[in-house]
C-alpha cells in the first residue's frame, strides 16, 4: 500500500477521533468559581489534535520508511497472541496466578516456534513458581491465588 | 560544590542495601539493553514494580541503575549481532560490527566498555557540578517558567524525532489528551471516564510504558524472531586494547563525553542523537575518515562515549527541574512519584539523600559496570542465545505482572493491551512513541502550571510574557517547531542553487 494513502486513512481516522473528543469536551460539566475551568485544556487540545490531522493529510515530505508490513500468516500469528494474552487475563483471577501461568508460557513459547518441550516445561514451571513465590512471601504483593491451596 | 554532600551521597550509596541495588540495577539494565528490540524505557518499566515500598533513595538507585546498564549493555548485540540493543547504541555498530566480523569482537567489546566508562564517569562529575547551579536558579521559577519549560521539552522531542514532524506532534498531542483521562485536580470534575471506577485516578503511568514500550517491542521481535543468526555461539577473542589504541581513543572519549553531557542536559535529545551526533563529528575531525565505517575504533569509542555521557546529562533537568527532557528520564519521574518523592530545585533541601546518594551511586555503578563488561562479556552474552520464543512469552508475563502488582484488577490489563496494540501501530505506521510518554507525563503538570499561571493573573495571557525566561523560553519553543518545517524548504533552495550553479560549469 502507498504510504500517502495510508497517512490518509490514519489522519481521516484522527480527525474522527478528534472530533468525538471535542463533542465530549464541550459535554464537561461547568465549575462556577474556576479562573481556568477544566474544559478549555481538553477543547484546546482536541482542536490542536484536529489541525495536526489535517496537516497529516497533506503531509508530503515523509523520508522514513512505515515499519515493514507482516506477511499475511504472521498477521494471524499477531491475533492469536493478543487472543492469548487476552485468555490469560480472563482466567487470571478465577484459575489463579501459577497455573495459568505455566499454561501461557508454555503453550506461547511452544506456539512461538521453541520445539524442546522438556526444556519448555520447566521452565514455565520454575518460573511461575519464583515469581508467585518472592512476590507473595518477599515483596507482600499478592497475586491471585485462585484455586490452588497456597 | 561542597565535598560535604558527596561524602554525605556516598554513605548512602555505600551501605550494603544500595550497593546491592545499584548491582541489581545495572546488571539488569545490561541484559535487558542488550536483548535487541527492548530499550531502556522497557528495561525501566520492566524493574518498576521492584521498586515498590522502597525507599526513595534506593529506588532512585535501582532505576537509574537500570537507565545507564541498559544503554552500556546495549553496545554489546550491536558489536557481536549488528543488531543494536537500544537506539542509542545503533552509532556504535557502524564501527564495532565491522570490528568484530575481522575477529576483533573482544576488543570491540573492550573499547565500548572502556569509552562507556569514561563517558559516564566524566559526566556525572559534571552532573555533580553542574545539578546544584541549575537547581538555584531553578528555585525561582513560577508556574510560566515551568509551562514554558515542559512546552519546550514536548516541541523539541517532536521536531527531533526520527521521521516527520506532524507524526511526532500528533503523537505527543495524544499522549496530552491520554493524561485528562480521570479525574480533575483543580475542580474535580470527572473526565472522560465514562463512569468507570477505573478511570477515576486517570491511567497509570506504568500502563503506558509497558504497554507503548515493552509488549509493542514485544510485537516487532515477534516478527523478527527468525531472522537473526542466534544460537550459535562464538568465541569474542582477545579483550586486549594495545597501549597505542587506548591513546588514540582517549582523544575522542574526551571530546564526546563533554558533548553527550550537554546534549544530554538539552530537551528532546538524549543518548540516541548524541550518539549520531559524536560518531559524525569524529568522523569529520579524522584524518582516517575513510576507514571509519570499517572498523575504525575511534569511530567506535565517540559514540559510546557520547551516549553514556548524555544519560547523565539527562538527570540534570530531571533532577533539578523536576521536568524530564526525553521518554526515559519522563518513565524516571513516574517511578520517582509512585515512591513519593516530587523532584525539583527544593529535592536538594528535602530529600539530600536522594539527590547525592543517586550521584554518587552512578560512580559505584559506572564501577560495576565496567567490571561487568570486561572479564564478563563473553558470559554473559551468552543471553543473547536463549532462545527467542522463550524470552518473547517470558516478556510478556512480566509486563502483566507488573501492571497487575500496581493495579490488582484486570481492567488494567485490558487496558495494558490496547496501549500494546496502539504502540505496536504506531511503531509500523512511523509514529514516534516517545513524545507520546513525556506529553503523558508532562500533561497533568503543564495543566497545573498552566492554570496556576492564570488564576494569579486572573485569566490574563499577558502574565506569559512578563517573564524574560518565560518569554525566551516560548521563543525557543517556536523556533524548534520551524526549524523541521523550513528545512525541506532550505534544502530544496540549496539544492537548485547547486543544480544552477553546477549547470552553468557545464555549458
Redesign the interface.
Known amino acids: 500500500m502507498n504510504l500517502r494513502t495510508t497517512n490518509r486513512k490514519i489522519s481521516i481516522l484522527l480527525i474522527l477521533f478528534s472530533t468525538l473528543y471535542l463533542t465530549l469536551s464541550f459535554q464537561l460539566p461547568k465549575f462556577p468559581y474556576a479562573i481556568v475551568d477544566s474544559d478549555v485544556l481538553p477543547k484546546g487540545l482536541g482542536f490542536l489534535l484536529l489541525v495536526l490531522s489535517i496537516g497529516l493529510f497533506f503531509d508530503k515530505n515523509e523520508k522514513k520508511k512505515e515499519g515493514k508490513q507482516a506477511a499475511k500468516k504472521e498477521k494471524t500469528l499477531l491475533v492469536g497472541i493478543v487472543g492469548m494474552i487476552l485468555l490469560y487475563i480472563f482466567l487470571l483471577e478465577i484459575v489463579g496466578f501459577v497455573l495459568t501461568t505455566v499454561a501461557f508460557l508454555f503453550a506461547m513459547t511452544r506456539l512461538l516456534g521453541y520445539e524442546n518441550w522438556k526444556v519448555n516445561g520447566l521452565v514455565a514451571l520454575s518460573f511461575s513458581f519464583v515469581i508467585y513465590l518472592s512476590f507473595n512471601y518477599l515483596l507482600n504483593i499478592y497475586l491471585p491465588q485462585g484455586i490452588l491451596p497456597f | 560544590m561542597d565535598f560535604d554532600s558527596l561524602i554525605y551521597g556516598f554513605q548512602v550509596a555505600l551501605t550494603f542495601e544500595n550497593i546491592l541495588f545499584a548491582f541489581i540495577g545495572v546488571l539488569a539494565g545490561t541484559i535487558i539493553g542488550m536483548l535487541p528490540g527492548l530499550g531502556p524505557i522497557s528495561a525501566i518499566a520492566i524493574m518498576i514494580?521492584?521498586s515498590?515500598?522502597m525507599n526513595p533513595a534506593s529506588a532512585l538507585i535501582l532505576m537509574a541503575g537500570v537507565y545507564y546498564g541498559a544503554v552500556f549493555g546495549g553496545s554489546t548485540s550491536s558489536i557481536l549481532l549488528n543488531a543494536p540493543g537500544i537506539s542509542g547504541t545503533v552509532a556504535t555498530s557502524f564501527d564495532g560490527y565491522p570490528l568484530a566480523k575481522q575477529g576483533k569482537a573482544g576488543k570491540a567489546l573492550a573499547i565500548a566498555a572502556i569509552a562507556s566508562f569514561c563517558g559516564g564517569t566524566i559526566s556525572v562529575v559534571l552532573l555533580m557540578l553542574v545539578a546544584p547551579f541549575m537547581a538555584d536558579v531553578a528555585i525561582s521559577f513560577g508556574p510560566t517558567e515551568y509551562f514554558a519549560l515542559m512546552l519546550l521539552g514536548l516541541t523539541a522531542i517532536a521536531s527531533l524525532s526520527?521521521?516527520?514532524t506532524?507524526?511526532a506532534?500528533?503523537s505527543a498531542?495524544?499522549g496530552?489528551?491520554v493524561a485528562?483521562i480521570g479525574m480533575?485536580q483543580?475542580?474535580?470534575?470527572l473526565?472522560?471516564t465514562f463512569g468507570s471506577p477505573y478511570l477515576m485516578e486517570g491511567i497509570d503511568f506504568l500502563i503506558i510504558a509497558l504497554g507503548l514500550f515493552a509488549l509493542a517491542e514485544v510485537?516487532?521481535l515477534?516478527?523478527s524472531?527468525?531472522k537473526q543468526g542466534f544460537g550459535k555461539s562464538e568465541n569474542v577473542g582477545s579483550l586486549k586494547i594495545t597501549r597505542n589504541e587506548a591513546k588514540e581513543i582517549s582523544g575522542p572519549i574526551a571530546r564526546h563525553s563533554l558533548l553527550g553531557f550537554v546534549l544530554g542536559v538539552l530537551p528532546g535529545a538524549g543518548a540516541t542523537i548524541a550518539s549520531f551526533m559524536s560518531y559524525l563529528s569524529e568522523k569529520r575531525l579524522a584524518k582516517d575518515s575513510s576507514t571509519f565505517g570499517k572498523g575504525n575504533i575511534k569511530g567506535l569509542a565517540a559514540p559510546e562515549a557520547s551516549n553514556n555521557a548524555a544519560t547523565s546529562g539527562a538527570f540534570v533537568p530531571l533532577l533539578t527541574l523536576g521536568i524530564p527532557g526525553s521518554g526515559t528520564t519522563a518513565v524516571l519521574l513516574g517511578a520517582l512519584l509512585v515512591v513519593g518523592v516530587q523532584p525539583g530545585p527544593l529535592m536538594l533541601q528535602d530529600h539530600p539523600d536522594v539527590f547525592w546518594g543517586v550521584i554518587a551511586s552512578m560512580y559505584i555503578g559506572n564501577l560495576f559496570l565496567l567490571l561487568l563488561n570486561l572479564p564478563l562479556i563473553p558470559y554473559i552474552s551468552r543471553i543473547l542465545y536463549i532462545?527467542?520464543?522463550?524470552l518473547?512469552?517470558?516478556i510478556?508475563?512480566f509486563c502483566?505482572?507488573g501492571v497487575?502488582?500496581v493495579s490488582?484488577n484486570?481492567f488494567h490489563?485490558?487496558l495494558l493491551?490496547f496501549f500494546g496494540?496502539l504502540g505496536?501501530f504506531m511503531?509500523?505506521?512511523?509514529f514516534p512513541a516517545p513524545p507520546f510518554i513525556l506529553a503523558f507525563i508532562l500533561g497533568g503538570m503543564m495543566?497545573q502550571a498552566?492554570?496556576q499561571a492564570?488564576?494569579i493573573s486572573?485569566?490574563s495571557l499577558t502574565i506569559f510574557t512578563e517573564s524574560k525566561i518565560t518569554l525566551l523560553l516560548l521563543i525557543l519553543s517556536f523556533f524548534s517547531l520551524i526549524i523541521p518545517l523550513i528545512r525541506?524548504i532550505i534544502r530544496k533552495r540549496q539544492r537548485s542553487h547547486n543544480d544552477h550553479t553546477h549547470g552553468k560549469g557545464m555549458s
Open positions: 514494580p521492584l515498590y515500598g526520527e521521521g516527520s506532524v507524526k506532534l500528533i498531542t495524544m496530552l489528551i485528562t480533575d483543580q475542580t474535580g470534575t473526565r472522560f510485537g516487532s515477534i516478527l524472531r527468525n532462545p527467542k520464543p522463550m518473547i512469552s517470558l510478556i508475563v502483566l505482572i497487575y502488582a490488582f484486570t490489563l485490558y493491551v496494540v505496536y511503531r509500523m505506521y512511523a495543566e498552566f492554570r492564570l488564576t486572573n485569566g525541506p
